[in-house]
């Protein structure tokens, strides 16, 4: 069975037909989940309704998806031991957050697909590497460099172009973020961070922010929801609000993007891109999660299917649903 299936077409279609499928039968099959809070939780409801099983891997116990599945392992993500045991009790892998050591990944992919597969985290756990890998590409980023000390900071630093320095690694929600106006910024921001690997970006003027959530099938089939319409206070998502009230051709633009990105990374499972829609009109990619994200989680309401509905069809082989909306919504985190 291969998950590197390459459908490389951008289609503005909602979603994109099987070209076959290899299913896992629900009544036999144990979904591995590494993780366990609150997307392995819901995730763990969704698999259920479909008549999966559920063994959560974390080092937490009493964990919230931990009582929500059939099965718990309570161990670190690096213990090889415990990782070949639990790799015995499960028929396929699939994780709620993107800092897994990618380690332990290949560990399990020598047993059970693991998807989204150890390179697409490789690539999405590390700032750096993942906007290196989407300008590569030639999909649209902010401008970015490479930091690896303050003199490198302070070279870099034009002097007027705001910018915002970020750990490249182990981010995500804001934190390990400094804004940098002026010079006088620069030592207080390379301090904060304490790290010796960071990415400077130049602050996006954007007019909002937005983010596709994304699947794709074992087969290459994939379904993005439309655009959620995001407000962050303090780097932090505080709401997300479906429809988004965006131009219809922005709303294309952006679901061929995320369809382009989820087909370039040989994504299997669900993907979110966040956006930006700067005042220009154009879309830039602030950041990629691997995974269900906070912005999807109106979709268990307000679409015809659930992201996490959607991520148990992907890792078990089945045909993507359908994501239509069927009634407005908002999220307040
Ligand atoms: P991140 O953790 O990279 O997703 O950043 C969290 C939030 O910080 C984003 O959703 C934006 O609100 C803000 N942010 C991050 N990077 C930039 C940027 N280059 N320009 C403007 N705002 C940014």
Redesign the pocket.
């Known amino acids: 069975m291969s998950d590197s299936s390459s459908s490389s077409n951008a289609s503005s279609a909602n979603v994109k037909q099987p070209k076959g499928s290899h299913q896992f039968p629900p009544e036999t099959t144990t979904i591995g989940m590494l993780g366990s809070g609150q997307l392995g939780r819901m995730f763990a409801f969704a698999a259920h309704r479909l008549g999966f099983r559920v063994h959560v891997f974390s080092p937490e116990s009493a964990s919230p998806a931990g009582r929500a599945a059939d099965f718990e392992t309570v161990a670190d993500y690096d213990d090889v031991a415990a990782l070949g045991e639990f790799a015995k009790q499960i028929d396929v892998a699939t994780l709620e957050f993107e800092n897994i050591p990618v380690a332990s990944l290949r560990i399990l992919e020598q047993h059970v697909p693991v998807r989204p597969g150890p390179g697409v985290l490789e690539t999405t756990q590390d700032r750096l590497k993942e906007k290196q890998a989407l300008s590569h590409a030639g999909f649209p980023v902010?401008e970015f460099r490479e930091i690896c000390s303050l003199a490198e900071l302070k070279s870099a630093f034009d002097g007027d172009t705001a910018a915002?320095l970020?750990t490249a690694s182990w981010?995500?929600?804001?934190k390990g973020?400094s804004r940098i106006q002026t010079a006088d910024d620069l030592e207080p921001a390379w301090e904060t961070l304490q790290c010796d690997r960071a990415i400077l970006?130049?602050?996006?003027d954007?007019e909002c922010?937005l983010s596709v959530i994304a699947v794709r099938s074992v087969t290459g089939e994939v379904a993005c929801y439309d655009p959620v319409r995001n407000e962050?206070h303090n780097?932090i998502l505080s709401r997300s609000v479906s429809p988004s009230g965006l131009p219809e051709e922005v709303i294309e633009e952006a679901k061929q993007i995320a369809t382009a990105i989820v087909d370039s990374l040989s994504v299997v499972g669900v993907m979110c891109v966040?956006m930006f829609l700067t005042r220009q009109n154009r879309l830039i990619i602030?950041?990629l999660a691997p995974r269900p994200h906070n912005s999807g989680h109106l979709t268990i309401e307000a679409h015809a299917t659930s992201q996490f509905e959607q991520q148990v069809r992907a890792v078990c082989g089945m045909p993507l649903g359908d994501t239509r909306q069927v009634r407005p919504a908002a999220m307040s985190n």
Do not use: L, P, R, S
């Open positions: 902010t915002i970020k981010g995500y929600d804001g973020q970006e130049a602050f996006v954007f922010e962050h780097h966040e602030n950041e």
